[in-house]
C-alpha cells in the first residue's frame, strides 16, 4: 500500500558531485583524494604494471645470466611447454592450490560456527586459532618438517607408544609429499579463514536467524542453507585472499621440503626462481612467470566477474 | 620542514645509501663458507687482510652448493654494485668475464709470477681472454669416500676399493645395525655421488666425454645405463630420512658413528677437524670406490670486479696477494680440508688425506685422469649442470623409473639446456 502514498515534493538538493561550487577550495577539496592516491597509483602502475610488461618481453629474448634483447620469439614458451619439471609443477600448483583453499574454506568455517555459538573464553580460543598466522611460513615450513619427519617426528612418536607398523612418511615419497605442504599450509591458514567467516556471522543480521527458527528449521538447517548463503562476500574475500597464499608460496616449499624430493614438490615459483636465477636462465623464468599470470587470471578473472556482477544485481 | 629536521633526514638519507657499499681501502668479499670448518677457514683470510691495514666486509650467504651467494651475487651485479670479490668458479668465472665485469689481477699475477706457480690447468680457469680475473684458493677433490672405522670394525668391513665391494661392505654395516652411506638428499649431493659412481664404476674417459663433453652417444648409451643402475643401487645403503639434509648433518652421523660411509668433497674433512678428530686415526679417508687413479677437481677461487675507487682497487689486489701467500694458503687448507692452490708449498703440517690427495693431483695431472666435477660447476655451465641435476635428482627418487628412460632424459637434458 505504499506505492498509493503521494510522492512528498522535498526541498532537500541531495549532496556529492552535483553540488559544485565553484570557490577554488571547494574545487581542491573535489581533487585533493585524487592528488594523494596518485603517488602510489603511478607508482604500482610502474612497478607492477611495468615490471609485468617487462619481463613480458624478457620471455622474448634469449636472456641468460643478465636481461638481454635478442628476441627468439615464442621459443622460450617451447622450450618450456616441452620442459618435464615445468609441468610436475603446474600440476602440483593444480593439486596444492585446489586442495588449500577447499580445506581452508571447510575448516575456517566450521571453525567459526562452532565459535559463534556464545561459548566461554571464546576470545582465547579465538586467538590460539588464529596464531599460526603470525608466523612466517619458514617457521611453519622448517616446524613442520621435523614433526614429519619419519625418523623424528610424528612416525617416530607413535611407533615409540608400541605402534610399530604405523607409517606417516609421507615427506620422503615422492607421491605424497605435495600433500604435506597442504598439511602445513592449512594449519597456518585456516585461522585466518575462520576469524574472516566469525567477523561475517557477527555482521548477520539475528532477526533473519530468529525467523528460521519460528519456521522449526535445526541448527544446522539454518547454518547451510540460511547464514552460508548470506556469507558469499566473506567466501570471495577468503578465496582471493587464499588463492594469493598458495600462488605466492615459495618460502614454505624452501623451508618443508626443499623442492621436495627429487622435484615432486616443485612449484611454479620455486621453478621460475630456480631458472631465472640459479641456472642463469632469465628467458625461460620470464616465460614461466608469464605463464603463472595467465594461469591465475584465467581462473580469478572471472570469478571477480561474476562476483561483482551480481553484487550489483543481488 | 624546519632546517634541523631537513638537514637530519638528509644525514639520514645519506647514511643509509652508504651502508652497503665499500669503503674505501676496504674489500666486500661474497662467499658461502659457512659452516663450522669453512667459517673459520675464512676467518684467517680476514685477519690477514687486517693485519695488513685493509677493512674486510663479510658478506656470507649460506646455501650448500653456493646457489643462494650467486643469486645474491647477480641482483648485486645488475643493480650496479657488485661486491669487491665473489666467490665464483669454473666456467661461470668466463660468463661474468664475458659482461665485462671482472676486473685485472695481471700487475699481481706478474709480480708473483703465477704463470709458473699455478698448474696449467688451474690457471687456464683463472683466466679470461688471456688475463688473470680470478685467483684460485684452494683444490678440492670431490671423489672421497669418508668412513667411521669403529663402525667398520663392528660390521667387520674393510675399506672398499671398488663399487662391488661397497655394496657388500654396505649390507654387512646395515646388519651391525648402522647406516651404510650417510647422504643428504639434496640435488647437489645426489649429483656428487652420481658422478663419483659413474667415474668409479666407468672410468675417467666416460666422464670425460659423459659429463664434461656432453657426447649425445656417451649420455645415452649402455655406459650410462650401467652407471645409472649402479647410482640407483646406492639408495639401498642410506636410510630413510635422507631427502632434505645438509651435507654437514650427514657427515655428522658418520662423525657420531651412526653411519659407516660418506661419499663426498673434501670439504667434509673441515667437519671432522672441526670435530678434533684425526684422520688416519678417528676417521679413514680413500678415493671413492673405483677412482683411484683420478682426481675430480673443484677449485674454488675469489674474483674480483672492476672497481673505480683506486683505493678499494689496491685492497683488492692486496687480497689476490694474499690469497696465494704460504700463509694464508697453509692455514685455509689446513682448515677446510682441501690442498693448496700452490704446489710448491711444505705439506709436512697436512694430515695423511692432503697428502695423498696432493701427490694423487699430482700424478693425474701428468698421467690423465684429471676431470672437473660436473657436480661442482667446474665441466658445464649452470643450465646444463641444473638440467642434468634434474635427472639425477628424478631419477633416484622416482622409484619406477627404469635406467633407460633416464639416460634418454640426460641427453635432452644436454641439447634442450640452452638457446
Redesign the interface.
Known sequence: MRDSLPMKNTSATPLGPAAKRSTPSGGLQAWLPRLVLAPSVAISLFFVYGFMLWTFVLSLTSSRMLPSYDFVGFGQYARLMANERWWVASTNLMIFGVLFVVICLAIGALLAILLDQKIRQEGALRTIYLYPMALSFIVTGVVWKWLLNPQLGIQAMVQGWGFESFRFDWIVDPDMAIYTLVIAAVWQASGFVMALFLAGLRGIDDSIIKAAQLDGASLPRIYLRVVMPCLRPVVFSAVMILAHIAIKSFDLVVALTGGGPGYATDLPATFMYAHAFTRAQIGLGSASAMLMLGGVLAILIPYLYSELRSRKHG | MSTFKKTTLALALAGATLATTAQANEVEVLHWWTSGGEARAANVLKELMEAEGYGWQDFAVAGGGG?TA??VL??R??SGNPPSAAQIKGPEIQ??GE?GLLGNLNGVAEAEGWDELLPEVVADIMRHDGQYVAVPVNVHRVNWLWANPEVLEAAGVEMPTTLDELFEAGEAIREAGFVPLAHG???WQDATVFESVLLGGQGSEFYQQALVELDPEALGGEQMIDALEDFKRTRELM??????RDWNVATAMVIQGVAGFQLMGDWAKGEFTAAGLTAGEDYLCAAAPGTQDAFTFNIDSLAMFRVSDDEEREAQQALARLVLEPTFQEAFNLAKGSIPARPDLDMSEFDSCAQQSLADFQRTAEEGGLVPSMAHGMAV???I???IF?VV???????DMPAEEAAE?MVSAAE?A??
Not at chain 2, 636410510?239 to 632434505?244: A, I, T
Open positions: 646457489e650467486m643469486t647477480k641482483s651485479a645488475m660468463e661474468w659482461l638428499g639434496q640435488a636410510d630413510e630420512g635422507m631427502p632434505g655451465r649452470a643450465d649442470q641444473g638440467a634434474d635428482t628424478n631419477y633416484f627418487n622416482d622409484a632424459r634442450a640452452s638457446f
